[in-house]
């Protein structure tokens, strides 16, 4: 008797259920999920988070906050880095392989062999596992925009976030910021309360308005929710009373603001100071300006101060550039490699004063690559000194023995990230 496919298999095989990586309707997720008995009804209380950035580190935040009080919490992300698994978080654990298995074989059978998406499919295999294992919360993450997104598809969560909204996948949310505010907000619900980190001005008319439509309480930033970082402390404050905390320990002056609606999330579903004080000190999110200190990148350049980023558009290149410029002085080199649909020069142009050199690379077993030569030109455009290398290996030992001691930054992609996390253990 052969063995039973493993998950890497199943999830292989799904991949040629549909042409198309991302194909935005509900409708494929509907039939699959009426097929299966509707999973998605049976889910523990939902927070639905939706935004272009900040959505995963917000999330792990407001994870970190309810285990601490002893919740158990499933939690959905994507894409993930290193292995599949990392996106089913079961009752605070990994979704096993046995479990991930079952559950995609289970949509599979379902199915049909009907036209669905990888990630409609995997996302239906996600809500059976948390259907069928108890628990406190359910945190869902979007994978794209939010009012089409296989995840939109819960009636009446608990509550709703949105985090900073700006220019990224405008082929799929639209070319303004507007249109992209429209298709992110599309995750409010009737009477449900929203918690809206700070936006910019155009994606706050577009949120309030749906908002007053569907008459959905919101907890907005500057509004009804201030945090700041005073004195290497940060200091919240609502309605309910101002919170002392440590500063967020992911890195990052941005995180501040994410740590912000993670505690506006976590008082509105009335959890307490313990939550408050693990959400901010014990939330881990890897890719994101994560030090790596160990491996065999380090081991390959000892002396190297290395980072790496996952962050992909303007406003991520703008806030890393503001984090790299409050680390103590040391030159600063980047290792990059991005996907060809993104927007390069947005994201390059903020770093071009922050790092003295760029050394571009490919990615490693990805279709939608940026050749690392297209990389080097826009570099060299907006004033960085570039150049290019096969792999970030032989990009970080040339680096090395250039520049020493050097501070190194691998960014640009979070296909990228999960590559240097695979092969550095």
């Given at each position: 008797m052969?063995?039973?496919p493993s998950s890497d298999v199943i999830l292989q095989r799904m991949m040629s259920l549909?042409?198309?990586?991302?194909?935005?309707?509900?409708?494929?997720?509907?039939?699959?999920?009426?097929?299966?008995?509707?999973?998605?009804?049976?889910?523990?209380?939902?927070?639905?988070?939706?935004?272009?950035?900040?959505?995963?580190?917000?999330?792990?935040?407001?994870?970190?906050?309810?285990?601490?009080e002893g919740k158990?919490?499933?939690?959905?992300?994507?894409?993930?880095?290193?292995?599949?698994?990392?996106?089913?978080?079961?009752?605070?654990?990994?979704?096993?392989?046995?479990?991930?298995t079952a559950a995609l074989?289970?949509?599979?059978?379902?199915?049909?062999?009907?036209?669905?998406?990888?990630?409609?499919?995997?996302?239906?295999?996600?809500?059976?596992?948390f259907a069928r294992t108890p628990a406190d919360f359910t945190l869902l993450e979007t994978g794209l925009?939010?009012?089409?997104?296989?995840?939109n598809v819960v009636d009446t969560p608990a509550l709703t976030v949105l985090t900073p909204i700006s220019l990224d996948h405008q082929q799929y949310l639209g070319e303004t910021i507007a249109e992209i505010a429209g298709e992110k907000a599309g995750i409010l619900k009737r009477g449900v309360p929203c918690v809206v980190g700070p936006q910019p001005e155009a994606a706050l008319d577009v949120i309030e308005a749906r908002a007053a439509r569907l008459g959905a309480p919101l907890l907005a930033q500057g509004q009804h929710w201030h945090v700041s970082e005073e004195h290497g402390r940060m200091v919240y404050q609502d309605e309910s009373g101002l919170l002392d905390l440590p500063r967020p320990n992911l890195p990052g002056a941005h995180q501040v603001d994410n740590a912000g609606a993670a505690l506006a999330a976590l008082r509105r579903l009335g959890l307490g100071e313990a939550a408050f004080e693990a959400a901010v000190t014990r939330a881990d999110w890897p890719a994101r300006m994560q030090r790596l200190r160990r491996g065999p990148l380090t081991e390959a350049a000892p002396g190297i101060e290395l980072w790496l980023d996952g962050g992909h558009n303007p406003a991520a290149g703008e806030a890393l550039a503001h984090h790299l410029g409050t680390l103590p002085d040391r030159p600063t080199h980047l290792i990059c490699g991005m996907l060809n649909t993104k927007d390069i020069r947005g994201y390059l142009a903020p770093l071009a004063g922050?790092?003295?050199?760029?050394?571009?690379?490919?990615?490693?077993?990805?279709?939608?690559?940026?050749p690392a030569e297209e990389t080097a030109r826009v570099a060299a455009a907006v004033g960085l000194a570039a150049s290019e290398a096969p792999t970030v290996l032989a990009a970080l030992t040339r680096i090395a023995a250039q520049d020493p001691s050097a501070r190194v930054l691998i960014c640009g992609s979070l296909y990228l990230a999960g590559g240097v996390l695979r092969e550095n253990g």
């Open positions: 052969s063995a039973a549909h042409p198309k990586i991302i194909d935005l309707t509900l409708d494929r997720v509907w039939r699959l999920l009426a097929a299966l008995g509707h999973p998605e009804r049976d889910l523990p209380p939902v927070i639905h988070l939706a935004g272009t950035n900040g959505k995963g580190s917000t999330q792990a935040m407001i994870r970190a906050g309810m285990e601490a158990r919490v499933h939690a959905y992300i994507s894409p993930h880095l290193a292995r599949f698994h990392e996106r089913i978080r079961v009752a605070g654990e990994l979704i096993s392989e046995e479990a991930l074989d289970e949509c599979w059978e379902a199915n049909r062999g009907e036209s669905i998406t990888y990630f409609e499919i995997t996302t239906c295999a996600a809500f059976l596992a925009g939010g009012r089409l997104d296989a995840t922050v790092a003295r050199s760029l050394t571009a690379v490919s990615i490693p077993g990805e279709a939608n690559t940026l």
